[in-house]
Nanobody
Framework: QVQLVESGGDSVQTGGSLRLSCRGSGFTYSSSYCMGWFRQAPGKEREAVAAISRSRKTKYADSVKGRFTISRNNAENTLTLQMNNLKPEDTAMYYC???????????????????WGQGTQVTVSS
């Protein structure tokens, strides 16, 4: 059974940086999965932050383009989100997600993912 565990969340000031990690286990072949980062702030719906295909194509939410970078390491079953120039509106619980996908699929809809982590909290203060 696939399990995802996020880490790296913290409280930082505006302009700071954080690096979130998501370690997966239970994969038959981690390279068979497309993956993504989502976030949910209190009172708001879960939204896509960034996603990466098996071929390493990426997509980003407009609000994070140029500030966040998603990457994957299949050998270590790890998904990473480097977040720079953080803003108070980035405050949320961040979740990683994974699912079996075709080679070039980049999925940004939460309904397209089967496997989810428990989340890691990011808080950005002004």
């Amino acid at each position: 059974q696939v399990q995802l565990v996020e880490s790296g969340g913290d409280s930082v000031q505006t302009g700071g940086s954080l690096r979130l990690s998501c370690r997966g286990s239970g994969f038959t072949y981690s390279s068979s999965y497309c993956m993504g980062w989502f976030r949910q702030a209190p009172g708001k719906e879960r939204e896509a932050v960034a996603a990466i295909s098996r071929s390493r194509k990426t997509k980003y939410a407009d609000s994070v383009k140029g500030r966040f970078t998603i990457s994957r390491n299949n050998a270590e079953n790890t998904l990473t989100l480097q977040m720079n120039n953080l803003k108070p509106e980035d405050t949320a619980m961040y979740y990683c997600a994974a699912d079996l996908c075709p080679w070039d699929d980049v999925r940004i809809q939460s309904a397209e993912y089967t496997y989810w982590g428990q989340g890691t909290q990011v808080t950005v203060s002004s």
